[in-house]
Nanobody
Framework: QVRLVESGGGLAHTGGSLRLSCAAS????????MDWVRQAPGNERELVAT???????TYADFVKGRFTISRDNAKNTGYLQMNNLKPEDTAVYYC?????????????WGPGTQVTVSS
C-alpha cells in the first residue's frame, strides 16, 4: 500500500524560506508525475508545481522564480523548496503522485502540511 507523508511546513516570515518534503512508502510502479497542490481557507485547491517521469517541471505563475520542485528517487522523496515566501502562500500543501500505464493509473495523496507566512 502506497503512503505519502508531507513534512517541513510551519511558520515563516515574509521573504523567508521553507522546504517541504513528501516521503513515499510502498511500491510505486510506473511513476507518471508528482504535483504539489495547495489549498487556502475558503479557496479551492490549486496546482503549484509538477514534475514528471521525464524530468519536466512546470510551475504556476504565482510561484515561478520562487519555488522549486524536485525528486530524489533513491530516497523515494519529493521536495518543494519555497523561497521569498509571501503571506498569500499561506495554505495547506499536499503532495500528489500519479502512477500507472495508459488508462490504468492510481492517484495518491498525502494528508497535507500547513504553511503559514506572516507579514
Amino acid at each position: 500500500q502506497v503512503r505519502l507523508v508531507e513534512s517541513g511546513g510551519g511558520l515563516a516570515h515574509t521573504g523567508g524560506s521553507l522546504r517541504l518534503s513528501c516521503a513515499a512508502s510502498g511500491d510505486i510502479r510506473n511513476f507518471n508525475k508528482m504535483d504539489w497542490v495547495r489549498q487556502a481557507p475558503g479557496n479551492e485547491r490549486e496546482l503549484v508545481a509538477t514534475t514528471t517521469d521525464s524530468g519536466t517541471t512546470t510551475y504556476a505563475d504565482f510561484v515561478k522564480g520562487r519555488f522549486t520542485i524536485s525528486r530524489d528517487n533513491a530516497k523515494n522523496t519529493g521536495y518543494l523548496q519555497m523561497n521569498n515566501l509571501k503571506p498569500e502562500d499561506t495554505a495547506v500543501y499536499y503532495c500528489y503522485i500519479r502512477a500507472g500505464v495508459s488508462t490504468l493509473y492510481s492517484d495518491y495523496w498525502g494528508p497535507g502540511t500547513q504553511v503559514t507566512v506572516s507579514s
